[in-house]
């Protein structure tokens, strides 16, 4: 680990106003992947500035319309959370494993867009709104690409508010070796539509719209069936060609619509 | 038998202190005013290096000095060795490259050693690590074992032409064993793989080097499964200190798995630099430091053909292996792959003829060394994969084609074509109870269950055998090995009666503590928990070959019952004086000299205060109850088995399940079967690791690791397994004093081909690899249709 000035925020303005001193700095929520980086030395900091100390981040709370997951809220609470969506709080108990679970964030894991994590799918399946420090932003803009999102500088994830579906789930292939998604689809029948949403199996969290119309036609799994993605642009690595990864995407979204019920 | 003597389930003696955090690792050892050792590595898998400048990385902080192979080479610090000499068909020695323990000059692999960076601190020492100025020039990499020797290929070791250490066989019976298979009804032939494993102990390798001024000697604290040998090497062929003048340390060690026998280049470096800045150095591998630097196992290409009669009768063997050694030859690395591989390829089969060729070959990848089992699961995955193949080709149920061939028990001691002679067994009785056990007979109605959910399942066998308790000096010597294969124990009596053993082995997971006090408790009649057994300092106890292959409890637990011999043929003669009988006369059960038909008695404690106080004392015979052995082994112990694996395969997504696993292992007489059924566990799970998770992947053209961490490296875990089936055989051993064989590399030998032997038989193909991940499974399921 190469050095860096640790400092611990007040609240969401001291927040921005020590990342906006900071030469190089960047925001600790949950750590599980920052820690490690940086433990590995494949990054460096001027300055990381701890959110934890930030009480009205953390916290769920559910009304009319959906549910607002604070930005700090950890996975194991989203886990036993009877208020979220259930084919949420599944998503959030099957990510990495117990001590990930306890320490790790929604804010930090969507903030970091890694292209393998859970947490995307379930925002972009729902068609969640990311909530920040400046503004709220729906989740077909959210995600932008690989590790990249709509976040500008000085901007911090406050809360994420899911609305609430009339069927979801969520299954995934886990990578064998991190259990991060290889390919993890979730799919939910919303007020206003289908949403199919697939993270893990290219460099972004997408979704995909001839999988959504034929499930708005008919809601079970055999609609899904026969509707492959192309393989184009899907990652590829020793675990997984794009090739599997594709193929896995049809037989994760069978199941996503099967555990939706 | 003594309470908690051979044969009880104890619990392990060591496990209170090691799961509550009170065991003392090699980091945990802190010196006076010790300095911090990181190593500048090459990132590069093959590469000249044309200078090293490491003027700015001696101007950072807190930096002490910077060494380089040049400077060990000024202290003419010797190159690190192979310990064991084979020779080509042709006769030709094998070509050995000069191994420095810093580069000088070429580096080929990434992670190779370049340079020590000391400095105060740790993180000092690795951030000036990245300021040492390396200008290498690149050369192209080779890092695949079948084209390591094609023409053409980038050339390691000038000294190794076609990167080619030696083309050995076993013997020269080609011509017969042809003949063999000219005249076979029946002849199946598989290529195969046996794919490399990075043997990530729990803990990473450590050294602390230590300088004593006043008595100008040196102490290496260092993560090694055999303390004296690593003593050994670093003074006569390193020439770092003499050997009186070294004391090397292994305390508790986490797991070793044959990685930590190796003498490396970082604990070399360590203690060769503590005499120089005159202060402790430490070095702690971080695990993507162990990943690259931690000698890997197995990685061989092999062609196997098995030639049959009519009757199915196994008439001649063939069996040609390309063993990948990587950048430089490692200790055992020459003997791996060809007397603990080809010598394993009878199995437990009457198999008249056999012949093996081994070539192996350098590549630009860490090097290879002994991984538990050590060429016995490679040669056990040739043998049992091809002959579940020719039962299936045959049409012969593979339990059926097993038991036509098995050696029968009146048949032992029984010479195979491939130097061994079995001493006992019973390998039909192992089969039939793992046959009953798994319920073979209800299989096939469990896969048509699975088919019915879209599921394919198979069942898979593996007959195994290997050669462990090694080794039988003589024979070892005759076979190229350069070291004898004894072990050593002390059995000391303390005046009080409580009872000090020290012995030559080491315990790094194993449970000695326990499974050796309770020898000594059995055989001595001294409650186990006053029985403290000792290991893992040369400045302790007797000088020991150490732990690998299976050959603690056989060799080591045999030296200390010869030692336990000594201490009660003394007691004897001090009993007899102080109750007045002839020796003659004295009994010695369950820790009393009884003067026989008497209630005469003296217990042995009593015993061990009069030698340690001997006021009324046998004239002639020395004070004190301390006795030492060493111990030869007659001959390897042969530890055997039948392992079935149950599948069922998902074909839309590949993953494999492991839904019944049963083992039924004849490790002759168990000393404690809770510790044999734990090493059973863990050599299981590390085979189906290799079998469907684990494998080292390099990059063919850069020579990267690619899965270097355990985020790409896929261990196994806890659901990667099920619940074991696990049951046990009894043939004692007739060779050594306890009748045991060995047990701590039977699962990691047989799990590999049941599995695979499972999955090729769910999916109707051989034609797949280790690991057998998901897109493969579902790539041959495809296929297979």
């Given amino acids: 680990m190469y050095n860096f000035n640790y400092q611990r925020a007040s609240s969401l303005d001291d927040a921005v106003a020590k990342l906006g001193a900071a030469s190089d700095g960047t925001l600790l929520a949950g750590g599980q992947t920052l820690i490690p980086t940086l433990k590995q030395r494949l990054a460096s900091h001027s300055d990381v500035i701890d959110l934890s100390g930030i009480g009205d981040l953390r916290g769920i709370s559910a009304d009319g319309g959906g549910v607002t997951v604070g930005a700090l809220t950890r996975h194991a609470e989203v886990a036993a959370s009877a208020d979220v969506p259930a084919a949420l709080a599944a998503l959030a108990d099957g990510i990495g494993d117990p001590q990930v679970r306890n320490c790790g964030t929604l804010g930090g894991s969507i903030a970091n867009a890694d292209p393998a994590a859970d947490y995307p799918a379930a925002v972009l399946g729902l068609g969640a709104t990311v909530n920040t420090n400046l503004r709220s932003i729906a989740a077909d803009d959210f995600f932008t690409g690989l590790f990249e999102t709509a976040l500008n500088d000085g901007e911090i994830i406050t809360s994420v508010t899911f609305p609430t579906p009339q069927k979801a789930g969520y299954a995934k292939f886990p990578n064998p070796a991190s259990r991060y998604a290889m390919v993890g689809v979730f799919a939910a029948q919303m007020g206003d539509g289908v949403r199919v949403a697939v993270t893990g199996a290219g460099p972004c969290v997408f979704r995909v719209a001839e999988m959504e119309s034929a499930l708005a036609g008919n809601w079970s799994a055999d609609a899904v069936a026969g509707i492959s993605v192309s393989a184009d642009g899907l990652n590829s690595d020793l675990h997984g060609s794009a090739e599997y990864r594709a193929h896995l995407v049809t037989v994760m979204a069978k199941r996503a619509v099967a555990a939706a019920g | ?785």
């Fill in chain 2, 1 to 785: 038998m003594a309470e908690n003597g051979i044969g009880a389930s104890l619990k392990r003696k060591e496990d209170p202190r090691l799961l509550l955090g009170k065991g003392s690792y090699v980091d945990d050892i802190n010196r006076p005013g010790q300095a911090y050792a990181a190593f500048v590595r090459s990132p590069h898998a093959h590469a000249n290096i044309k200078s090293i400048n490491s003027t700015a990385a001696a101007a950072a902080p807190g930096v002490v000095a910077i060494f380089t192979g040049d400077d060990m080479a000024a202290d003419e610090v010797g190159p690190l060795i192979c310990g064991w000499a084979i020779s080509s068909k042709d006769g030709s020695p094998m070509n050995m490259p000069h191994h420095t323990c810093l580069a000088q000059g070429k580096v080929t692999y990434v992670g190779d050693h370049v340079a020590i960076v000391i400095a105060d601190t740790q993180e000092q020492a690795k951030d000036a690590a990245e300021l040492v100025e390396v200008d290498y020039e690149e050369l192209s990499a080779v890092v695949g074992t079948a084209d390591a020797d094609a023409a053409g290929a980038p050339q390691l070791h000038e000294n190794a032409p076609n990167n080619t250490c030696f083309d050995w066989h076993l013997a020269d019976n080609k011509a017969d064993v042809d003949a063999a298979f000219a005249g076979a009804a029946h002849v199946t032939k598989l290529d195969i793989l046996n794919n490399r494993l990075v043997p990530n102990a729990m803990e990473p390798r450590a050294a602390v080097g230590d300088y004593e001024r006043s008595t100008d000697s040196l102490t290496l604290y260092t993560t090694s499964q055999n303390p004296h040998v690593a003593r050994l090497v670093l003074s006569a062929f390193f020439g770092i200190a003499p050997e009186h003048k070294l004391r090397v340390v292994a305390p508790d060690v986490g797991g070793g798995f044959g990685s930590k026998i190796y003498v490396y280049s970082e604990e070399t470096a360590c203690l060769w630099a503590a005499r120089k800045i005159d202060r402790a150095v430490k070095w702690t591998a971080d695990r993507a430091e162990s990943f690259v630097s931690d000698a890997h196992g197995r990685d061989h290409v092999t062609t196997v053909e098995l030639a049959l009669d009519g009757d199915a009768k196994f008439l001649a063997m063939r069996c040609s292996t390309k063993a990948n050694l990587g950048g430089y030859m490692s200790l055992f690395s020459s003997a791996v792959p060809t007397y603990m591989y080809a010598t394993l390829l009878a199995g437990q089969y009457t198999t008249p003829q056999i012949y093996a060729e081994v070539k192996t070959v350098f590549t630009n990848t860490t090097p290879v060394d002994a991984y538990r089992g050590a060429g016995r699961p490679e040669a056990t995955y040739a043998l049992e994969r091809v002959v579940e193949a020719a039962a299936r080709e045959l049409n012969i149920d593979p339990a059926e084609l097993r038991r036509r061939n098995l050696i029968q028990p009146d048949q032992f001691p029984y010479e195979t074509p491939v130097v061994h002679t079995y001493d006992c067994g019973d390998y039909g009785a192992s089969l039939d109870k793992a046959i009953e056990i798994a319920d073979y007979a209800g299989f096939a109605a469990r896969r048509d269950q699975s088919k019915a959910g879209g599921k394919l399942r198979g069942i898979g066998f593996s007959n195994y055998i290997e050669a462990c308790g090694i080794a039988p000096s003589a024979a070892v010597g005759a076979l190229g090995g350069g070291v004898g294969l004894w072990e050593a124990a002390q059995v000391r009596f303390n005046p009080t009666g409580n009872v000090t053993v020290f012995t030559g082995t080491h315990a790094h997971g194993q449970g000695h503590e326990t499974a050796f006090a309770q020898v000594v408790a059995d055989q001595l009649g001294v409650p186990v928990e006053n029985v403290e057994v000792v290991h893992g300092d040369t400045d302790k106890g007797p000088f020991g070959m150490g732990t690998y292959g299976s050959r603690s409890i056989a060799v080591g637990g045999s030296a200390i019952v010869k030692a336990g011999e000594k201490i009660i043929a003394k007691g004897r003669k001090i009993a007899a004086h102080l109750l007045e009988a002839a020796e003659d006369d004295i009994e010695f059960t369950d820790g009393n000299f009884t003067v026989a038909g008497t209630d005469k008695a003296l217990n042995i404690g009593e015993v061990a205060f009069a030698a340690y106080v001997p006021h009324n004392y046998p004239e002639g015979v020395e004070p004190g109850l301390d006795e030492s052995a060493f111990y030869d082994p007659l001959n390897f112990s042969f530890p055997s088995g039948t392992h079935i694996c149950e599948v069922e395969v998902d074909p839309d997504t590949g993953t494999v399940e492991i839904v019944n696993y049963t083992a039924v292992d004849d490790f002759g007489t168990l000393i404690n079967p809770m510790i044999v059924a734990g090493q059973v566990h863990g050599g299981i799970v590390q085979g189906v690791g290799q079998a469907l998770t684990e494998g080292a992947a390099y990059d063919p053209d850069s020579g990267q690791l690619v899965n270097g961490s355990f985020m790409d490296y896929t261990m196994p875990r806890a659901d990667n397994v099920p619940s074991f089936n696990i049951d046990t055989t009894e043939t004692p051993s007739p060779l050594n004093p306890l009748g045991v064989k060995g047990c701590g590399e039977a699962g990691a030998i047989a799990a590999p081909a049941a599995v695979m032997n499972a999955i090729t038989d769910a999916l109707g193909t051989e034609n797949i690899d280790m690991p057998a991940t998901p897109e493969k499974v579902w790539r041959a399921a495809q296929a297979a249709g």
